[in-house]
C-alpha cells in the first residue's frame, strides 16, 4: 500500500512546522493560493546584510502535504542566497519531501516554492524600479 | 443484456427495482483493484462511468459504418447520419421534446456558453438584470458575467437558506421587470438540492423573462420533462449520464432557436453560401457547425436507451435509498460536516467535511482504499465562501453503488482519521 505520502517524518512536519507564523516588516513577502483547491499560503523573509536568507516564515491554510512542504521548505532556503533559491527544481521540492506523490498531489507541494519564488521576483521589481 | 427486474420486487409502486449486481455487471470497469482494494467509484456526479453498450455502439460505429454525415450519397455516409440523427430523436424521446429541438454541443459549459453568445449577446442591454444562484457552477456563473461586461446588465444570485435550499422570498424579490433571464441548476452539484425550477420558471416567465436550466446534475438521476419544467434552454453532458465524453446537449424551445442567430459559425450550418452572404440551416443543425461528434452522438443515443431501459423512476428511486443509507451513517460520525439539505430533498450527491482533516488529504487517504471521491472547490468557489469553507469532500451516487460501499466508505474514512490524528 502507498500509504507513505503521510509518513511519520511528513507528518512531522504538518503538526510541528517549522517556522510558522508571521514576521515584523519582512523584506520579502507574498501571499498565494492554489486555484484549484483554494489552499493559500502566505511567506515572508528577513534578508541578512549578504542578500541571503536569514529567516523564512509561512502562514497559511492547506493540506498535510502543502503546509509539510512550507515547512521543509522554510527550514532549506536559510543561509541561501535568493539566485539559489530561484534555482530550485520541482525535483529539489521533491526531494526535500521525500516521499512519492500522485500527480494532482505534486501540485500542492510546489504551492510553497510557487510562491517563494513570487516573492522574489516582487522583491527584486521593487528594489530594481 | 442483464434481466434487471428484481424478484424481491421490493420497489415503490408503478416502478420496477433495480437490480444493481446485474446492473454492475454492465460497467466492466468496476471490477477493477485500485491500490489492490476493488473499485469503490464515488465520483459520478463529476462522470459516471460507461456501459458496455455505450462503448460497445462506438466501436462497431468505428469498424463498420464511419464516414462523415450529410455530405456522402454512399452507403456508409447515408449509415452514419442516420445513426447521428436518430441520437437526436432518442434525446429528444428521453426529455419529451422534438429532435430537432435537441442540440449536441461538447459538454454543459458549451451548452450554456451558446445561450450565452447565441442569445444573451443579442438580447441583453444596459440596465437589464441575469438572475442566478449562489450555489450555481461556475459554468452557470462565468458566461453570464462576461456577457454582463460587454452589454452593461448586471447579474444577481438568488442566496441559499441554512438548510441548503434556495431563498425563494428572495428569488421572488430579485426576478422583475429587469431582469432578461433565469439561469439556475436543476441539482446543486455540491449541496444536492433539487431547486424548484417548475416553480422559479413560473416567476421568471410572469416577468417576461427568459429561463435556462443547468440539467448537468439531474438528466442523469431523474426523470426530466422539457413540457413539465416549461424552460426555455436546458443545458446536459453525456458523459456524466453513461454516455461518452465530449458529447452533450442543449434543448432549446422552438421558438427561442428559431429565433436566435447561430452560435458558431462554418460548414453544415448554411443553408446557401453566395460571397456576399448566408442563410442559415434548419435546427438543430443551425447550432452545429462543423463535422459533429458522430461516435460520441450515438454513445449518448445508447446512453439514454440504456437509462430507459433501466427506468428513470427505478434509477432515482435506487439512489434515493444509497443517499438515505449514506446520509444517516455520514450523520452518525460525530467529526463529519455535512452540507446541504436532508435526504428527502437531494439528488445523490453528500459533500462533507472531516473536522481538523483538509479535504484533499482526505481524497488521497480513501484512494489508497480504493474509494474515489472528489476533493476541492467543486467549481463552485462562491457557494465556498458562503458556506465559509475552503473546500469540500464530494461522494456522488449513481445506480451501480452499492450500500457494502457507503460501508466501505465509512470504514475508510475511520482510517483517514487515524492517520491524520494519530
Given at each position: 500500500m502507498n500509504l507513505d505520502m503521510y509518513q511519520e517524518r511528513i507528518m512531522d512536519h504538518y503538526e510541528n512546522p517549522y517556522h510558522r507564523g508571521t514576521l515584523e516588516a519582512p523584506t520579502l513577502e507574498c501571499h498565494n493560493h492554489n486555484p484549484l483547491c483554494g489552499d493559500e499560503v502566505c511567506i515572508q523573509a528577513h534578508l541578512d546584510g549578504e542578500g541571503r536568507v536569514s529567516e523564512a516564515y509561512f502562514e497559511g491554510e492547506g493540506c498535510v502535504i502543502s503546509l509539510a512542504a512550507a515547512s521543509l521548505l522554510m527550514e532549506a532556503v536559510e543561509g541561501k542566497s535568493l539566485a539559489a533559491v530561484k534555482s530550485m527544481t520541482r525535483q529539489d521540492m521533491l526531494d526535500l519531501l521525500g516521499i512519492r506523490l500522485t500527480t494532482m498531489?505534486?501540485?500542492?507541494?510546489?504551492l510553497p516554492l510557487r510562491t517563494?519564488?513570487?516573492?522574489?521576483?516582487?522583491?527584486e521589481a521593487q528594489s530594481s524600479a | 443484456m442483464a434481466q434487471r427486474l428484481s424478484p424481491e420486487g421490493s420497489a415503490p409502486e408503478g416502478s420496477a427495482a433495480l437490480d444493481v449486481e446485474a446492473v454492475r455487471r454492465d460497467f466492466p470497469i468496476l471490477e477493477r483493484l485500485i491500490n489492490d482494494h476493488p473499485l469503490v467509484y464515488l465520483d459520478s456526479g463529476a462522470s459516471s462511468q460507461k456501459?458496455?453498450?455505450?462503448?460497445?455502439?462506438?466501436?462497431q460505429y468505428y469498424l463498420n459504418s464511419h464516414a462523415n454525415i450529410h455530405r456522402g450519397v454512399y452507403v456508409l455516409s447515408e449509415e452514419a447520419t442516420l445513426a447521428y440523427e436518430q441520437a437526436h430523436e432518442q434525446v429528444g424521446q428521453f426529455i419529451n421534446a422534438d429532435w430537432d429541438e435537441v442540440i449536441f454541443t461538447k459538454n454543459t459549459t458549451e451548452s450554456l456558453n451558446l445561450v450565452a453568445y447565441a442569445w444573451g449577446l443579442n438580447h441583453l442591454q444596459a440596465g437589464d438584470e441575469v438572475v442566478a444562484t449562489v450555489m450555481e457552477h461556475h459554468s452557470n456563473i462565468v458566461?453570464?458575467?462576461?456577457?454582463?461586461?460587454?452589454?452593461g446588465a448586471t447579474v444577481r444570485y438568488i442566496g441559499i437558506t441554512p438548510q441548503g435550499h434556495l431563498d425563494m422570498e428572495q428569488a421572488a424579490a430579485l426576478i422583475g421587470p429587469r431582469t432578461k433571464l433565469v439561469s439556475v441548476a436543476h441539482v446543486s452539484n455540491v449541496l444536492g438540492t433539487i431547486n424548484p425550477v417548475v416553480e422559479i420558471g413560473r416567476m421568471a416567465h410572469a416577468q417576461g423573462a427568459v429561463?435556462?436550466?443547468?440539467?448537468?446534475?439531474?438528466?442523469?438521476?431523474?426523470?426530466?420533462d422539457m413540457q413539465a419544467i416549461d424552460c426555455d434552454f436546458f443545458a446536459f453532458s453525456g458523459h456524466k449520464m453513461c454516455g461518452p465524453t465530449g458529447i452533450g446537449g442543449l434543448y432549446g424551445k422552438r421558438e427561442m432557436l428559431e429565433r436566435m442567430e447561430p452560435f458558431l459559425y462554418g460548414g453544415d450550418m448554411i443553408n446557401e453560401v453566395s460571397l456576399e452572404g448566408s442563410t442559415w440551416n434548419d435546427l438543430p443543425w443551425k447550432f452545429e457547425a462543423g463535422t459533429p461528434p458522430i461516435a460520441e452522438g450515438i454513445g449518448l443515443g445508447v446512453a439514454v436507451q440504456y437509462l430507459q431501459g433501466l427506468g428513470m423512476q427505478a434509477v432515482h428511486d435506487y439512489e434515493h435509498h444509497l443517499v438515505c443509507e449514506a446520509m444517516a451513517q455520514l450523520s452518525a460520525v460525530p467529526d463529519i460536516d455535512i452540507y446541504g439539505p436532508a435526504a428527502e430533498d437531494r439528488g445523490g450527491v453528500i459533500a462533507f467535511n472531516?473536522?481538523?482533516?483538509?479535504a484533499h488529504d482526505v481524497a488521497s487517504i480513501l484512494d489508497q482504499y480504493g474509494v474515489a471521491i472528489r476533493a476541492g472547490h467543486h467549481c463552485a468557489m462562491p457557494l465556498m465562501r458562503e458556506l465559509n469553507i475552503n473546500g469540500a469532500c464530494r461522494a456522488s451516487f449513481y445506480m451501480y453503488n452499492t450500500v457494502e460501499?457507503?460501508?466501505?466508505?465509512?470504514e475508510a474514512l475511520g482510517a483517514v482519521r487515524r492517520m491524520l490524528r494519530r
Open positions: 498531489r505534486v501540485k500542492c507541494a510546489m517563494l519564488e513570487k516573492a522574489i521576483y516582487l522583491y | 456501459p458496455v453498450a455505450v462503448i460497445e455502439a462506438q466501436r458566461p453570464w458575467q462576461q456577457m454582463a461586461k460587454r452589454t429561463f435556462c436550466v443547468d440539467g448537468a446534475q439531474s438528466i442523469p438521476h431523474m426523470s426530466v472531516m473536522e481538523g482533516a483538509h460501499e457507503i460501508h466501505t466508505l465509512i
